[in-house]
Nanobody
Framework: QVHLAESGGGLVQAGDSLTLSCAAS????????TGWFRQAPGKEREFVAA???????YYSDSVKGRFTISRDTAKNTVTLQMNNLKAEDTAVYYC???????????????????WGQGIQVTVSA
């Protein structure tokens, strides 16, 4: 049984940094694509970042240069380092895994097979 558990969310001020972690069980992160998505109130879930099985990383334009996704294959975890946070980054953040990890659909939440429960990140202006 696959389980993804997010941790590290919270309330920070604009300009601060925060690190989200996703602990995976029931799958091996180096064999799948893992991604972070977020959903703000009244908005659709949107792509934030992803790392494919080969280690290549992908980012949305809104976080590129500020966020970094990485994985620890020994611990089977995926981390999202968020720097220079802005009020518009406020959302529930979700960790997800895509067993196929096709490049053309890496940003499509519908292609992800497994999801964590989500964790709140709030950035005060």
């Amino acid at each position: 049984q696959v389980h993804l558990a997010e941790s590290g969310g919270g309330l920070v001020q604009a300009g601060d940094s925060l690190t989200l972690s996703c602990a995976a069980s029931g799958l091996t992160v180096r064999r799948v694509a893992t991604g972070w998505f977020r959903q703000a109130p009244g908005k659709e879930r949107e792509f934030v970042a992803a790392v494919r099985y080969n280690g290549h990383t992908y980012y949305s334009d809104s976080v590129k240069g500020r966020f970094t996704i990485s994985r620890d294959t020994a611990k089977n975890t995926v981390t999202l380092q968020m720097n220079n946070l802005k009020a518009e980054d406020t959302a529930v953040y979700y960790c997800a895994a895509d067993q196929n990890g096709i490049l053309s659909t890496i940003r499509d939440p519908k292609m992800y097979d497994f999801w964590g429960q989500g964790i709140q990140v709030t950035v005060s202006a």
